[in-house]
């Protein structure tokens, strides 16, 4: 069966373009519908959809993304902020700061990272306790059925044609995991292809890989 994929190259980070199934329902609802939380700690691994979540709450929440450096002068402009890649922060002061400014403030904030909150390690215990404290949700490992539905959408953005049987022969030799999907899409998307992917021009690409 062959699949003439044609959307544009940009990320599109809109809600009808993600992808929903029985395994994800619950994290999409959890950030998306549930309007109980204030604060929220989402955690997942790199190219997981912690972004695509952030940018879907953020059109509907009108919200901000803020990082430590920018967030007082951002506050007077919305009632809701993202704070993305936590683990990547340095300053944890600034970031102890910014978390009680959003408090005493009455805004909300959802903040995401590639690791859960317990392994972050801040060296304030303040910063620590205020972070364990927010409600948390882990976007699960993705199934075969979810990567392979995300392989055919990142081809989509590519503006690449492919066949089912190639889909099916890449996920048989990668390792299960978003970050995997994306370096391949990434490698295919770089070699001289045109518009079509075939199974020896992905062999080739795995196998420069193991070498």
């Not at 215990?125 to 882990?138: E, N, Q, T």
Request: proline fraction near 2%.
């Amino acid at each position: 069966m062959q699949l003439s994929l044609f959307n544009n190259n940009q990320v599109n980070y809109s809600r009808q373009n993600y992808i929903i199934l029985d395994e994800n329902k619950h994290i999409y609802n959890a950030v998306i519908n549930d309007l109980s939380w204030k604060y929220l700690f989402l955690f997942g691994p790199k190219g997981s959809g912690k972004t695509h979540l952030a940018h879907i709450w953020q059109s509907i929440n009108n919200a901000i993304f803020i990082n430590v450096n920018n967030f007082i002068s951002e506050i007077r402009y919305s009632d809701a902020f993202i704070l993305e890649d936590v683990q990547d922060i340095q300053d944890e002061v600034t970031l102890l700061h910014c978390y009680n400014y959003m408090k005493e403030n009455n805004k909300r904030l959802l903040i995401t990272s590639s690791t859960s909150p317990k392994r972050l390690n801040f060296k304030l215990k303040d910063l620590s306790s205020r972070i364990l404290s927010i409600i948390s949700a882990k976007i699960p490992s993705a199934s075969e059925e979810l990567l392979r539905i995300m392989l055919i959408k990142r081809f989509s953005d590519k503006q690449l044609k492919i066949d089912l049987k190639v889909i099916n022969y890449i996920l048989a030799r990668i390792e299960r995991s978003f970050c995997s999907i994306n370096r391949i899409i990434e490698k295919i998307d770089n070699g001289p292809i045109g518009s079509n992917v075939t199974i020896p021009f992905v062999s080739t690409l795995l196998k420069k890989d193991t070498m």
